[in-house]
């Protein structure tokens, strides 16, 4: 098992940053595929960016090129930077990890594969 607390959403304006964090604990997140969903009201969930155990990585499209995802396994952290937010990145981000294969995850056809998940943290890019 592993627990998922998630820090860093705010309040915004279009075009700015903001670095969210994932603190992992009960597991080392090195043993898990581990990434970023979100959910903006009456909105499907979408899968956002996913960091396999060895290091590849996914990205949604509409992401690419603006958001980063990190894994520090020292600290057992998982980060996403997000640059050039805009208004259509609101939305609450929740932190995911499971033992699933990364590779599996296709971000733009998002099928939720993660057991475990983070409380979540409101992002909101106003313009």
């Known amino acids: 098992q592993v627990q998922l607390v998630e820090s860093g959403g705010d309040s915004v304006q279009a075009g700015g940053s903001l670095r969210l964090s994932c603190a992992a604990s009960g597991s080392p997140a090195r043993d898990f595929c581990m990434g970023w969903i979100r959910q903006a009201p009456g909105k499907e969930r979408e899968g956002v960016a996913f960091i396999e155990r060895y290091g590849s990585l996914k990205y949604r499209t509409s992401v690419e090129g603006r958001f980063t995802v990190s894994k520090d396994n020292a600290k057992n952290t998982l980060y996403l930077q997000m640059d050039n937010l805009n208004v259509e990145d609101t939305a609450m981000y929740y932190c995911?990890?499971?033992?699933?294969?990364?590779?599996?995850?296709?971000?733009?056809?998002?099928?939720?594969?993660?057991?475990?998940y983070g409380q979540g943290t409101q992002v909101t890019v106003v313009s």
């Open positions: 995911v990890a499971d033992t699933v294969d990364c590779t599996i995850i296709l971000p733009d056809s998002f099928l939720d594969p993660f057991n475990y």
